[in-house]
């Protein structure tokens, strides 16, 4: 299985971003973004199940970031908004995602950096 992150990049704050996940090696499976700041461990970002009809949340970007995912192209989104500058980070596209527990796929990561 293969991860490849896009669309991270340099935004002022009060921006907006969409980061793009594309998989291979297998046909669909629960997936989540996490990210990590410098000096920070890594930290769940928003999940979504198999079929995207279940998606979760950190309390950090409720309300401002929305997960979603087309499994015919195989892709996962995170659209990012109201972007804040301690979203700065290393975003990364792990599967398969499980509850409390990343799973055993990590992408290679894309910077996000919000300028305030």
């Known amino acids: 299985v293969q991860l490849v992150e896009s669309g991270g990049g340099l935004v002022q704050a009060g921006g907006s971003l969409r980061l793009s996940c594309v998989w291979s090696?297998?046909?669909?499976?629960?997936m989540a973004w996490y990210r990590q700041a410098p000096g920070k461990q890594r930290e769940l970002v928003a999940a979504t199940t198999t079929g995207g009809g279940v998606t979760e949340y950190a309390n950090a970007v409720r309300g401002r970031f929305t997960i979603s995912r087309d499994n015919a192209k195989k892709t996962m989104y995170l659209q990012m908004n109201d972007l804040k500058s301690e979203d700065t980070a290393v975003y990364y596209c792990?599967?398969?995602?499980?509850?409390?527990?990343?799973?055993?796929?990590w992408g290679q990561g894309t910077q996000v950096t919000v300028s305030s």
């Open positions: 792990n599967g398969p995602w499980l509850p409390m527990s990343p799973g055993d796929y």
């Open positions: 090696g297998t046909s669909s499976m629960a």
